[in-house]
C-alpha cells in the first residue's frame, strides 16, 4: 500500500463534502486534546444550554455574520 504524504490527505480531504470535512475536522481535534475534564465539560454543556434558551426565549437576538463583518470593517447600517 502506498504511504499517503500530509499533503495528499490534506489534498483528499479538501475534496469531500462539507459534512465530511467537519467531521474530519472534528477527529483531528479531539485527537490533540486531553480527556476532557468532565467538570470542565459539563460547564461547557451547560452553557450551551443556557445560551440556546436565551435565543429560543428571544432574550437575545442574533446577529447576521454579514452584519458583524461589515461592523468590523467600518461599515455601519441605518438601522444600527
Same mark, same amino acid.
Given at each position: ?5 500530509? +499533503? ?9 463534502? +462539507?459534512?465530511? &470535512?467537519? &467531521?474530519?475536522?472534528? =477527529?483531528? =481535534?479531539?485527537? $490533540? ?6 467538570? @470542565?465539560?459539563?460547564?461547557?454543556? +451547560?452553557?450551551?444550554? &443556557?445560551?440556546?434558551?436565551? @435565543?429560543?426565549?428571544?432574550? @437575545? ?5 454579514? +452584519? =458583524? &463583518?461589515?461592523? $468590523? ?8
Amino acid at each position: 500500500m502506498e504511504s499517503l504524504t500530509v +499533503e495528499t490527505i490534506i489534498k483528499n480531504a479538501l475534496e469531500k463534502s +462539507e459534512t465530511d &470535512r467537519a &467531521r474530519i475536522a472534528e =477527529i483531528l =481535534i479531539s485527537s $490533540l486534546e486531553d480527556t476532557p475534564d468532565s467538570e @470542565v465539560e459539563k460547564a461547557w454543556q +451547560e452553557e450551551i444550554a &443556557r445560551r440556546i434558551d436565551e @435565543v429560543d426565549s428571544g432574550k @437575545v437576538k442574533c446577529i447576521p455574520w454579514e +452584519e =458583524i &463583518r461589515d461592523r $468590523l470593517n467600518g461599515k455601519t447600517h441605518a438601522d444600527s
